[in-house]
């Protein structure tokens, strides 16, 4: 299955779109704009790029055109026809070459070339844009646009943004998609619960074990094992803290071998082991 690609409506013709967000998933896509999520209620995965992490309230995140990605949110009873998020899209045209040649956009320039990779940023600055994020919803022309600024200025001037795609992550989707690798990310997403052996996602991307890995890592920045346990560790996070399922049960559920491999691949991934990890959210 290739990423594939959305088209974002500007109902009010403007260069600016924000909207709640409901539903508890969604597909695998790129576009052209930029776009900002803020996470307001919910949990779950999200997968931006190469990355795979899990995400809590006040998650707001920051990514540029054409790199795919999905939130996937926890079901939580009839909690999925909640507004349980805001989102905004933008393209950088609306912008206008010569308003973002000004002196006074040179931080935001840099803001946009460093989302490339995906951007996070901390719980005080979502809470921060929280209030402007509500206000672009139901603002028009100007007023829209002053809204989207104070934005900008709260993710410009954040000292705690980190990145989220790996630094060899390339950006080489474009309509059609870079189907090899979207089709590998889909896979692993769909079926880390299960043994994935190197022959069996080399067959998924049509290439032969030793150019696969190879590959892989050239563009996810990762080994595929590497890969594979940081997904299958982000599952096991969220369910040692929002269940009671027994350890042994969650490395079974989360695709680990035996609980030996999945305490020892946890405490490579996290520092602690599983038992205690919980702990800490009990």
């Known amino acids: 299955m290739v990423a594939e690609l959305e088209r974002i409506n500007y109902d009010d013709g403007g ?9 508890t998933g969604d597909l695998w896509h790129f576009h052209p704009e930029y776009e900002l999520v803020l996470n307001t209620k919910g949990s779950g995965t999200r997968i931006i790029g190469d990355n795979a992490q899990l ?7 920051f990514v540029a055109g054409n790199i795919p990605h999905c939130w996937n949110y926890i079901k939580n009873g009839d909690s999925a026809k909640e ?48 209030n402007f994020l509500l206000k672009m919803i139901n603002d028009k022309g100007i007023d829209k646009m002053i809204d989207f600024l104070n934005v ?30 979207s ?48 997904v299958r560790t982000n599952k096991a996070c969220y369910l040692l803290r929002e269940t009671t399922y027994h350890v042994k ?7 680990f071998g035996s609980i030996s491999n999945f305490n020892k691949q946890f405490r490579k991934s996290e520092g602690v082991s599983p038992g205690y990890y919980r702990t800490q959210f009990n």
């Open 15 to 23: 260069g600016f779109m924000a909207g709640f967000i409901t539903g």
């Open 55 to 61: 995400f809590d309230q006040y998650d707001m995140v």
């Open 83 to 130: 507004k349980h998020g805001i989102m905004v899209h933008f393209k950088l045209k609306s912008m206008g070459e010569q308003f973002l040649s000004q002196y006074e956009m040179h931080s935001f320039k840099e803001l946009l070339i460093e989302s490339e990779r995906g951007l996070a940023f901390s719980v005080d600055d979502a809470m921060k844009a929280e």
């Open 152 to 181: 900008i200025k709260i993710l410009c001037s954040a000292e705690k943004r980190s990145y989220l795609c790996s630094e060899n992550y390339k950006l080489a989707f474009d309509e059609k998609g870079n189907k090899k690798m």
């Open 183 to 230: 089709d590998v990310y889909t896979y692993i997403r769909e079926n880390y619960f299960k043994p994935i052996s190197i022959k069996r996602i080399s067959k998924v991307a049509k290439m032969n074990p030793h150019t696969f890995s190879k590959y892989f890592k050239k563009n996810s920045g990762a080994g595929f094992i590497e890969y594979l346990n940081r």
């Open 249 to 255: 049960d969650i490395s079974v559920e989360c695709g």
